[in-house]
């Protein structure tokens, strides 16, 4: 399943178009904001979906299986390997890489993209970014008590590029993954606003795109 942000509100012609021509790819469906497909190569063959859609200037992201790229460095000496790390993260299906790169798989709904820093920490490695998404975690404030915060991240999933949230309520906190260079924090802010929360933004430097594109995974 592949999440994207459509020119406008029909289903997208040319992205079908795009998918049919990856290698591997069969019983394709796109819908407004969606595609879906059977998908028969390799796992580090999946990247071939999102720069399909990036050949004709749509902005997407896999979601079921999510493709996950992190940068990461070994911060003590550890027997343990990253990949096999990431490997036992719930939800993860996949994981490979090496030399400070790592590739994770598994659905969005079942992978939490908070835990990544933590299991990794926990095994002597740093994890130092997420290249494939934009993972934001703002505070936010009620405007009155009540609030379900289920509410709350009912609509924020509703902001085209939106892939996931996740509340906090004690903390007072929406962690946001996003489709890459794809919202800014006031256009979150301006959803929020509809169910009676103020979100606050980061600052303008948290708004600016990733410098460099997310590497092509390799086993």
């Not at 879906?36 to 299986?65: C, E, H, R």
């Not at 911060?75 to 299906?93: F, L």
């Not at 997420?130 to 009540?146: D, I, N």
């Not at 993954?177 to 509809?194: G, H």
């Amino acid at each position: 399943m592949l999440k994207y942000i459509p020119h406008d509100a029909k289903p997208c012609e040319c992205l079908q178009n795009a998918l049919m021509r990856v290698p591997n790819l069969k019983r394709i469906t796109v819908t407004p904001a969606m595609a879906t497909m059977v998908f028969t190569g390799d796992w580090d063959q999946l990247v071939a979906i999102t720069n399909a859609a990036a050949s004709v200037k749509i902005k997407s992201a896999l979601y079921s299986p999510a493709m996950f790229s992190i940068d990461y460095t070994v911060e003590r000496q550890t027997a343990a390997k990253a990949a096999e790390v990431a490997a036992k993260i719930p939800g993860v299906v996949k994981a490979f890489g090496e030399n400070g790169k790592l590739y994770i798989f598994g659905p969005v709904t079942q992978v939490d993209p908070r835990s990544f820093a933590s299991a990794l920490k926990e095994e002597g490695f740093k994890f130092v970014a997420l290249r494939s998404h934009r993972l934001r975690t703002l505070s936010y404030e009620p405007w009155e008590k009540g609030i379900r915060p289920e509410r709350i991240r009912e609509r924020l999933l509703k902001v085209p590029g939106v892939l996931r949230v996740d509340i906090d309520p004690a903390a007072s906190t929406a962690t946001i993954l996003m489709i890459r260079d794809s919202i800014k924090d006031l256009e979150l802010v301006s959803a929020a606003e509809e169910v009676s929360i103020t979100l606050f933004p980061g600052t303008a430097e948290d708004d600016e795109p990733l410098p460099e594109n997310p590497p092509t995974p390799t086993k």
